[in-house]
């Protein structure tokens, strides 16, 4: 089993900065695609920023310029850094990973999983 556990979430003003961590535990996992979603009440869940294992960045127009979604060097971490946030930021974040993880004997399988999400307040 692979799970993916979000830290850093929380409150902030208008104009300030957050960094949300998305650390995989679990079974070997070798991640492809990396991404961070986020859905506010009554929206539907939308892709904030991806990442892929060429290294290839990917953001929504609400986030381009403003977001940077980076990992670590050992590949387990995931981050999704937050500045010049706006209300409309307002929202639960999730991470999502696409990939592969060993299952023994030479052999993989794919597997899509999700963080458990996090809240990110932005208000005045």
């Known amino acids: 089993q692979v799970q993916l556990v979000q830290s850093g979430g929380g409150s902030v003003q208008p104009g300030g900065s957050l960094r949300l961590s998305c650390a995989a535990s679990?079974?070997?996992?070798?991640?492809?695609?990396m991404s961070w979603f986020r859905q506010s009440p009554g929206k539907e869940r939308e892709m904030v920023a991806t990442?892929?294992?060429?290294?290839?960045?990917r953001y929504s127009d609400t986030a381009k310029g403003r977001f940077a979604i980076s990992n670590d060097s050992a590949g387990n971490t995931l981050y999704l850094q937050m500045n010049s946030l706006k209300e409309e930021d307002t929202a639960v974040y999730y991470c999502?990973?696409?990939?592969?993880?060993?299952?023994?004997?030479?052999?993989?399988?794919?597997?899509?999983?999700w963080g458990q999400g996090t809240l990110v307040t932005v208000s005045s």
């Open positions: 999502y990973e696409v990939g592969t993880v060993d299952t023994g004997f030479g052999r993989s399988r794919s597997l899509e999983v």
């Open positions: 679990g079974s070997t996992f070798t991640a492809n695609i």
């Open positions: 990442l892929n294992s060429a290294g290839s960045t």
